[in-house]
């Protein structure tokens, strides 16, 4: 089992930080933060650089991307500015986040040392069961109707847009002329 490398709260490192264990900062970082294990940001710390690792969980200030090959979870103390990428993202009520958030890829299975691996799985609840209104009665299919008449019988197959009303003037009637107006 790998140990936890510290970063004291009177702690300030100015560089970047590489390892492959699982890193905590407590105090101020100005660089970037890279591990192949968990890194955890206090709520008292912060970091001004990039932060990667398996599980990234802020609960302090990140000035700069966070990614996670597992997950990336933010606490409800956790000011940010950058974006976030895991497969995984947790935010709390109460963080504050600026950037992007994106879920890529799929997690890979929980390592042993996880600590999802170490509480016991939660039963879930079954989906809620949905009542749905039934089915409208299936309508008959039309019958076949008969051969179409000739255009203009009164009894056509199709029915067409009633016709227009026009009043009926007299064939060779003149209408009035509409006398000017004087301005």
Do not use: F, Y
């Not at 089992?1 to 709260?9: F, K, L, P």
């Not at 039934?134 to 076949?144: E, H, L």
Request: zero cysteines; hydrophobic letters at 35%; charged letters at 25%.
């Amino acid at each position: 089992m790998a140990q936890t490398s510290v970063i004291g709260q009177t702690t300030v490192i100015r560089g970047n930080v590489r390892g492959d264990g699982s890193i905590e900062v407590l105090g101020r970082v100005e660089g970037d933060v890279v591990t192949s294990g968990d890194i955890v940001v206090g709520d008292e710390a912060s970091v001004q650089g990039n932060v990667s690792g398996a599980s990234v969980r802020i609960a302090g200030v990140v000035s700069g991307d966070m990614t996670g090959t597992e997950s990336v979870v933010l606490g409800d103390t956790a000011r940010t500015v950058g974006d976030l990428r895991a497969p995984r993202i947790g935010i709390a009520e109460g963080a504050v986040i600026r950037g992007t958030v994106q879920t890529e890829g799929e997690a890979p299975p929980a390592r042993a040392t996880s600590r999802a691996a170490a509480e016991p799985e939660r039963p879930r609840r079954a989906p809620a069961r949905v009542e749905r209104p039934a089915a409208p009665p299936a309508r008959k299919p039309a019958a076949k109707s008969a051969p179409a008449r000739a255009k203009g019988s009164a009894k056509s197959s199709r029915k067409s847009p009633p016709a227009p009303v026009v009043p009926a003037i007299a064939k060779g009637a003149r209408g009035r002329k509409k006398k000017a107006r004087r301005r």
